[in-house]
């Protein structure tokens, strides 16, 4: 599975089964407990807990039309994201995260764009969705700069026994990217 090159240092590649321990702590890392608060895409003031687990995060990488897309720096993993085609034209970008202490550099909107990239190239996709916390007004702020728009649909938050609400209100924001009007980077 080819994917797009990137420029040096930086090495994109699929996950493998061999991975799985390092991406789970990696996506534990940027969205919960304490290493998650180096950064900003934290949800530690919200959710308390795990994000994923091993098994989780096996049976992910085996749902059909899926790739974990994995950034490295020299020989260090610093970023993850999952990508699926869930429609005809339509995937899915998930589970983004670059590593908390890295994150403000504009490394994160290069590796969307490898992932919206990737995302073309494998499916034909003309529109990425996502869902986000709907209390990250941040979050979701960025993600608007990055070209993608709230669709108005909201979701309830899938507490899958891993994680616990440490505030009320908690479901999930939809936004969507149509590359014809916001096209990738």
């Known amino acids: 599975m080819a994917t797009p090159a990137a420029p040096a240092p930086f090495i994109l590649r699929a996950a493998e089964a061999a991975d799985i321990p390092a991406v789970t702590a990696l996506i534990n890392s940027a969205y919960r407990g304490n290493s998650s608060t180096a ?3 934290t949800e530690a003031h919200i959710l308390r807990g795990r994000r994923i687990d091993e ?8 749902e059909p039309d899926t790739v974990f897309l994995l950034c490295f720096e020299d ?12 429609g005809d034209g339509v995937g899915y970008l998930g589970m ?84 014809a009007l916001a096209p990738a980077d």
Do not use: H
């Not at 990425?128 to 979701?140: D, H, K, S």
């Not at 728009?149 to 479901?171: K, M, N, Y």
């Open 96 to 179: 983004f995260v670059i590593k908390p202490g890295l994150q403000g550099r504009g490394l994160g909107r290069w590796f969307m764009g490898q992932a919206e990239a990737t995302a073309r190239n494998f499916w034909g996709v003309t529109r990425m969705t996502m869902t986000v916390i709907g209390l990250r007004a941040e979050l979701i702020a960025y993600y608007q700069r990055c070209g993608y728009a709230l669709t108005g649909e909201r979701l309830p938050f899938p507490f899958d026994g891993l994680s616990a609400a440490l505030v009320e209100g908690i479901d999930l924001a939809v936004m969507e990217k149509d590359f």
């Open 55 to 62: 098994a989780g995060l096996a049976k992910a990488m085996a």
């Open 39 to 41: 950064g900003w895409t």
């Open 75 to 86: 020989k260090a993993l610093i970023g993850s994201v999952q990508l699926q085609k869930v």
